[in-house]
Structures are given as structure tokens and as C-alpha cells.
DNA sequence: TAACCTTACGCAAACGTTTGCGTGTGGAAA
DNA sequence: TTTCCACACGCAAACGTTTGCGTAAGGTTA
């Protein structure tokens, strides 16, 4: 196995200095014709590649971007890489991706590693953990040292920094002004315990909604479910023998977990029940009946948290000093788990 | 914004010279108590940490592995990722994610950006492009200048490394004997072109178990699926009025338009015809039916690729001259979409 | 022939670490 | 008083780059 080639060892078979052999790559006129092209060929034939490292080192920067999801099985943070991805390539950056598994500790040390040197800038999105505890000194102390920072989707507050968001809120809103619109008025909701926040907001929407509808909200019609690994068992005895026509669902696994429990429990979706979820994922596009749902636009999410980064990586200090929240638009696509308008004048 | 504090500006500070302070850090025993003391007490008040291009750079390593993966939407790349992260973890390596997007030529790229400093080996799933245009020289140009790669799923007969499958060949033909088990007779497959690896050998073993059963393969059975975005017209063309009781899909997205279009057809899941598709992701145990399917142990795979790595990483010469192969096994996870054994006599 | 200007290259510092070895200071032993 | 030995610390090199500046050699001009 031979070694990676450096400037010194073409430096030394040439027999010139490796300052000439820099200035020859880089095609410096300080250095002769002659030289540059036996320096090149050289190069070539022993395929040399600068070392990264070195020119992090040198250069005090790693031209790399650090991701930390909560989940890196997980479509929506999947498509939000996707984003990232594409303009940090474009932009000639590295995205290098860890997850923290919703832990809190796994966080810190991923943050922490990152941040001593492997990247310049953060996009990343809370865990689960780091919302209960609300100990956010890792966030913070990454952006005191000089490395800027963009929340994106589960973001927090009191932190000052650049963030992406989609208006849960509004966009819990318009799913369940759809169910309204369709003559829906027992509308169930499943969402997530509050600390949540993207749950918590998710709520608020649908609250909002029903009160614009001067419709009072049910404690009955609410479950937050605790344990999303065994979901359908809750849902299952939440729906038994409840009385309503709509289910608005805050994430994709709620929704197909309710209309397979309706399912079992002999409800037609949508002909008695209409569903809808929030992300569209691929379970949404794919199943039977495919899912009305709340788009996020995940990859626009990525594109504008990479495109604030980089910005911010760049920009002059003034730039630096002020921090922006952008907010995606959420859009609702229509399947068929729920009743198209006016297909059942009854209502 | 302050910067990160290094060893020299402690070492200034403290009045002390650079050396003293790495020491003391070090709790060398060449270094006075007091001192040691002194040292630490700075070092944790201003938040020291080493920082890592510059021992990178020193160690000539960066304890990082580099995953490259076709898609990183994709459910079963992540569970491997999420095996890798695992081990990867525990023995302190960083973990840098990148996808080819199926492009050779972004493989190349990123091969080539981590190979130049940022990783010390590589876990790789080739790209689409790559498989076709049968271009392995940024695989063996990475290897032959020291650093280590593992190949899995997508691999690559040609190139002498290590690698990590599951028998696709024997996976199809369990499923596919499976059926036959039950008692189908009329067996269509979903598979794709023939020069995706994974694709072809799936398709092996269907007939393969065909052949064992003395059933002769019929041309018109077996679709190859060209373009995957668009598959669910050719197989609703391909089903069109054939006569079949049992579909093997070499994955999940055919597994279930199959049954979709076998809905629309008017054909019963799995009462007239018996589906069994191939990946264990988020759609075959959501889906209606829930699908039964081979599981890869996209988490094991990803275990033992980062195992066979870090071996060759850490081990001495001996080690690193001897290439393995390893063979996850696949195993059938029964679920509703294929009939039980015996549940229908007259078969 | 002397003075000067190009040309073409090398030197050295810097990025932040680690570490083997050299060395000054102090005290103890002879 | 001299000799010796710990002790506690600093020096310097090394990892691979880049780049401003210094400087030889050679040629041109007066």
C-alpha cells in the first residue's frame, strides 16, 4: 500500500523547494514554465490531492456543514438533508450528519465533536430529551465560540439564532379548517404529549380552528399519546365507540395507525371518518387510501437553513449580527382519506 | 464572539510555555501539582478543548469513517447508517455521511473529498450509475492509497475489499418458495433491470426456486421495471387480465402498487392472489394488509460493515491483507398479504 | 566593466497539537 | 564547599499546507 503523496515528496523527487511546488500547482508565474509543467505532470501520475486536514488546519475553517437530527431513520429529516445537501454542494461545502437518537447526552457529545474542529456551522434540529430538559448551554456555547448555528423544525425559543420553521400552528389550521369546510364537526385530534413543541403547536391549530368555527372543544376528542411505539393500542381505545366524522392526525404514523384501527373497527375511510396527517411521506403517498396530509417541504427546509448558514459562514460581520426565522409554508395535499367538498350533501 | 481558545493563549495566560500546558492536561507527571492544577482549572473555566484538524493533522488520522449511500431518503440506507453509528460510536469514531444521489459522478466526488483527509475508511453502497458504467477506479485509487473500504448491499464483484451482503439469491428464493408453500402456483415477479446487482440475484432465486418445485419459468411473469417513479402503470399494463395467485417483489414500492393495482382490478390481498415483497421498511408493516416480506437487518449489516472497518483501521498488517465477506442472513416475516399455510384446503 | 533589473526559486512562519530530550534550579549528600 | 540528582519545565520537530519576502544567478544597459 503506498501512502498519500504530499508536497514534500514531490518536492524531494524533483529536487526543488515545497513552496515551488506549491506555487507550480497553483500555476504561480513566480515559478518557470518548465518547472510548473514537470511539477504538474508529476502531480499528476502520482495523483496528488491536497491534504484536507492541512488546509483545515491552515486555513481555519473545514469548508464543512454538521447536521444533528434527532432520528436518521426518519423521512422528514431525510428530505431536510436532501436540501442541505444541495446548495451545500453547490456552495463547495461538506455536510457531515450525525444523530443524536433523541438523546440528550448523544447531543452534547455530537455538538461538542463537531464543534472542536470538524465543522464551521451547525444545522440541527432538537432531541426529544433537550426539549424535556431544557439545557441548551451546548447550543449556546457552540455559537459563543464563533460557529453559527441554525435551528430547523424543533427549535427552541430562547435561543437567539438563525432558525427554519414551519408554521405548525397554521398549518394545523388549515388541515382542520379542510375537515370543517367538508362538513366535518366531530373532529378528532392525536397528537403528542406538549413538550413537543411542534405537537404542542400542531394542537394549537387545531383548537384555533374550531373556535374560528365557534365549535367548543371536546377533552374527549384530544389524545395525546405518550409512547409512539405502541400507539395503536391507545388509539385503539381512544376511538372505541367515540362518536365523530374526521381525525386530524399531527404526524403520518397516527394517521395510518387511526385508519387502520377504524379499519378494525368498521369504519370506512373516508365514507364515515376523514383522516388527515401532517408530513408527507412516503407512507402518505402510499397508502390505501393515500393520505390527505400536511406538507412540510422538507427539502425546502434544508435549502434556506443551509442557504442561512452559509450566509451567515460568509457574510461580514454585520450580517452576523442579526438572526432571521424563516417560516415554509405548509401546503395541504388532498388524497382520498378524506371526502372531497360537497361529495356528501348531507353534510 | 470570542474564538476557541487554544494551548497558546492558556500557555500565555498562565505564563507558562505550550508544552507545559499540553502536559499538565495530560496530568504528566513531569509537571508540578500546583502547576497541573493550575492548568486545569483555566483550561475548564475558558472551555478548552483539543482541537481535532490539528491532532488529525498530527496523527495522521481522524478516527471518522466515511458512509457513502446512494439515497439518503431511503429507509433501509438509514437503518445501516444507524448500525454503523452504533459501533462506530462506542469505538470513538465520528461518523460523516454522503449520497451519491445515484450519481457516479457525485460518488467520485465525495469518495475523493473524504478520501482527501476526512476519513480514514469507508462504508460504501455504490451508486446506480456506477453499477452500469462499471467505473471502480475512485474504489481502488482510495485503497490502493491506504485506506480501507468496506463494500455492502450494492457491491461490487470486481473489486477485492471487504464486503457485507445478505444472499440476495437465497432471500428470493425463501419467499419465493414460501408461495409456493402455500400453495400458489402461478407466481409473478417485480423486479428490476438486470444491471442493478441486487435486482438480478433476487431474481435468481425466484427462479431458481421455480426450477427446484419443477415449475418452468414463463416469460410473461417476470416484469423488469425500467423506471421506478412511473412503476405502478407498467404494472398495472403487466397485470392486466394475467393470471396469476401469488407476486414476489424484489421491493417494498412494487410490493405495494401490486397490491394496489391488484385493488383496483378487483383482486383480493390475500384471498385471490398472495403478495411478498422484499425490504422490512416503514410501508410493509403499516401498510393494508401489512405486507410479509424479507428482512434484510439493514441495522446488522450496518454493525458489521463498521466492525469489519474499524478491524482493518486498528489492526496490524496481518489483519489488513486478508479480505472477508459477510453473509447477513434474511429472514421472512410473515404478515397478511400472503395466505397462511394451509388456511385454504382446495390449494 | 560596473551597476541594475528580472527571473526563478527557497526560507520561514503560521495553523494547534504532542512528546522526546535537553536544561536550569534547588536541595541533599559527601 | 563541592558534587550529584530530582524536579519542573521549555525547546523543537513533526503533521501538510500557503504565501510574503529575501536572494542568488543571469542578463541588460550605460
Redesign the pocket.
Known amino acids: 500500500m503506498k501512502?498519500?503523496?504530499?508536497?514534500?515528496q514531490i518536492?524531494k523527487e524533483l529536487?526543488?523547494?515545497?513552496?515551488?511546488?506549491?506555487?507550480?500547482?497553483?500555476d504561480?508565474?513566480?515559478?518557470?514554465?518548465?518547472?510548473?509543467q514537470k511539477v504538474k505532470a508529476f502531480a499528476k501520475l502520482y495523483n496528488?490531492?491536497?491534504?484536507n486536514?492541512?488546509?483545515s488546519?491552515?486555513?481555519?475553517k473545514t469548508k464543512t456543514i454538521g447536521v444533528i437530527i434527532p432520528e436518521i431513520v426518519h423521512h422528514f429529516f431525510t428530505t431536510v438533508i436532501g436540501g442541505v445537501e444541495k446548495v451545500a454542494n453547490e456552495k463547495g461545502y461538506n455536510v457531515i450528519i450525525c444523530s443524536s437518537n433523541n438523546s440528550f447526552d448523544k447531543e452534547v457529545i455530537n455538538l461538542e465533536m463537531l464543534a472542536s474542529g470538524s465543522a464551521d456551522g451547525f444545522i440541527l434540529s432538537v432531541a426529544k430529551e433537550t426539549q424535556l430538559k431544557k439545557d441548551y448551554h451546548h447550543i449556546e456555547e457552540t455559537m459563543s465560540q464563533g460557529m453559527p448555528v441554525v435551528l430547523f423544525d424543533r427549535i427552541i425559543d430562547e435561543v437567539v439564532c438563525d432558525k427554519v420553521i414551519i408554521d405548525d400552528t397554521k398549518g394545523a389550521q388549515t388541515a382542520t379548517n379542510h375537515l370543517l369546510s367538508i362538513g366535518c364537526k366531530k373532529i378528532a385530534i392525536l397528537t403528542t404529549v406538549d413538550y413537543i413543541s411542534v405537537g404542542k403547536l400542531r394542537t394549537n391549530g387545531y383548537l384555533r380552528a374550531l373556535r374560528a368555527y365557534d365549535i367548543t372543544e371536546k377533552e374527549e376528542f384530544i389524545l395525546k399519546i405518550e409512547d409512539i411505539d405502541n400507539c395503536e393500542a391507545e388509539i385503539s381505545e381512544f376511538l372505541k365507540d367515540k362518536d365523530i366524522d374526521a381525525i386530524f392526525a399531527v404526524n403520518e404514523l397516527f394517521a395510518v395507525t387511526a385508519v387502520k384501527v377504524l379499519d378494525v373497527q368498521g369504519k370506512k375511510v373516508p365514507d364515515d371518518v376523514s383522516v388527515i396527517g401532517f408530513t408527507d411521506g412516503i407512507l402518505s403517498k402510499h397508502f390505501i387510501p393515500s393520505l390527505t396530509t400536511v406538507s412540510q417541504h422538507g427539502e425546502d427546509m434544508g435549502i434556506r437553513a443551509a442557504k442561512l448558514l452559509i450566509d451567515k459562514l460568509e457574510g461580514d460581520d454585520e450580517v452576523t449580527e442579526e438572526y432571521r426565522t424563516v417560516i415554509i409554508d405548509t401546503s395541504l395535499i388532498q388524497r382520498k382519506s378524506t371526502k372531497k367538498i360537497g361529495s356528501d350533501p348531507n353534510n
Open positions: 501512502q498519500k503523496v504530499t508536497l514534500k518536492a529536487d526543488v523547494s515545497i513552496s515551488t511546488v506549491s506555487k507550480a500547482l497553483k504561480s508565474v513566480e515559478i518557470s514554465l518548465d518547472t510548473r496528488y490531492k491536497p491534504n486536514i492541512a488546509l488546519l491552515k486555513n481555519r
